[in-house]
């Protein structure tokens, strides 16, 4: 099982990326996706998830209404779109699959570096 996650780089405040986490080894659509992040000298925090079929979404209030998370099952792709990115949003990004009825993440992405410059 292998989890990518990409896309991460320097960015102004105000501006926006796209994170993408390609998934193998896995019935992809049978796991429930989410992301995390690490800021430096902080712990791991939820960023949001989405459902196998895409058609549910959760967001933490951090990051609500101005990050959106897709998934693409024909692909075995996810992706996380962050606009109006602060100072604040600087961290390591990881995504994770969780198995249906799995209360965890069953696996994790080795993660992706995002700056944001004030």
């Known amino acids: 099982v292998q989890l990518q996650a990409s896309g991460g780089g320097l960015v102004q405040a105000g501006g926006s990326l796209g994170l993408s986490c390609a998934a193998s080894?896995?019935?992809?659509?049978?796991?429930?996706m989410g992301w995390f992040r690490r800021a430096p000298g902080k712990e791991r925090e939820f960023v949001g998830r989405?459902?196998?079929?895409?058609?549910?979404?959760y967001y933490s209030d951090s990051v609500k209404g101005r990050f959106t998370i897709s998934r693409d099952n024909a692909k075995n792709t996810m992706s996380l779109q962050m606009n109006s990115l602060k100072p604040e949003d600087t961290a390591v990004y990881y995504c994770?699959?969780?198995?249906?009825?799995?209360?965890?993440?069953?696996?994790w992405g080795q993660g992706t570096l995002v700056t944001v410059s004030s």
């Open positions: 994770a699959a969780s198995r249906f009825g799995s209360q965890y993440y069953d696996y």
């Open positions: 080894g896995i019935t992809f659509s049978n796991y429930n």
């Open positions: 989405i459902s196998g079929s895409g058609g549910t979404t």
